[in-house]
């Protein structure tokens, strides 16, 4: 009987470790940034090894892009300048986007952040190749990466042709990201096309949000409309008063007048 009894209790403590075990997993925090490879080679005419990363697969609009650099010996290289130079195969022509080089020689964290805004999807159009140029340990390289872009089910980058002077604007949506009922961050990127190779960020836009539910009539209070942060970023909030189907209306205004509207989905 005793020994039943201890048998039992065994058999309860082996069920509460498992059970407790697979709780602890749910609740394992997942790390700040998720970093996913997407690309790895040797630097042309260098030893470096680069290794690309992203968090996410990489689509249409905004990609935050992260490097990591080491030397012959599988050592981190901590200091190095590092640029992109993503180019679109489309065959009869070739473009380039609009980037974001990383700011610091600096590593952060081992790595060096940057983001590439790619205007198209790969596919029947044409194929994408994302050179990472690195200069380091006094050598200088660059590493060729064929990448893929896919197009994401609701659509994160808007492109319009100015009404006042026939400027190609691009809009990327960066947040919200996680939409949620209430007051969400509001980030956009703005940038133009100077030529098919050059796309810099645009600082003096003026843009006025206005959030609306299509299928339901009407829009929500409290609203700030982005401005301008830097490096073509412009922030600011959006209210969602419920769940459903969202317009972000934007009006964009340049230096003399009205550029033109669109707008992004937001579905939650
Ligand atoms: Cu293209």
Known sequence: MKKNIWLTLWALSLITLFTTGCNSDDETPTPTIAYQKIAEGTADGTDIKVEVYSTEELTTGYNPIYIALFDATGKRIEQA???FKPLMDM??????????NP?????????????????MPSGDMGSWILDVQVQANGKTGTLTAPVTIKEPATSR???????????????ALLQPQKPKIGINDMEVAMYKRNSMMDFPAVTNLTIALEPEMPTMGHG??????PTHSGNGHYKGKVNFTMTGLWYLN?????ATGEAGKLYFEVNF
């Open 220 to 225: 929500s209070p409290n609203n700030v409309n």
């Open 157 to 171: 980058l808007k492109s319009l042709v100015s009404a006042t002077d026939g400027t190609r604007y691009y809009i």
């Open 91 to 100: 065959g009869t022509m070739k473009h380039a986007s609009p980037i974001e």
């Open 81 to 83: 300048t590092v640029s």
């Open 103 to 119: 700011t610091s020689n600096q590593a952060q964290d081992g790595y060096f952040p940057g983001a590439v805004v790619f205007t």
């Open 250 to 254: 934007l009006t964009l205004n340049d």
